[in-house]
């Protein structure tokens, strides 16, 4: 929540225009996900998302699940 909130851009997008930007794209959660674990930049402007290694497959899955409910 430090990068990201529901309805307004912090450091990184805010969740409902990732919400937006993925409907009804059967991919997203395999994306998202991949995009979380290992991290990367240029999607959403310049600044990196870190990689984050430690959410299990999971929270990743729910977490993703409910970003994209948005």
Not at 7 to 35: C, E, H, W
């Amino acid at each position: 929540l430090a990068c990201h909130a529901v309805d307004q851009k912090l450091v990184g997008p805010a969740y409902k225009d990732v919400a937006a930007k993925y409907k009804g794209d059967a991919s997203a959660p395999d994306k998202l996900a991949a995009k979380v674990k290992a991290g990367g930049a240029g999607k959403w402007g310049q600044i990196p998302m870190p990689p984050n290694p430690q959410v299990s497959d999971a929270d990743l899955k729910e977490i993703i699940a409910w970003v994209l409910s948005l």
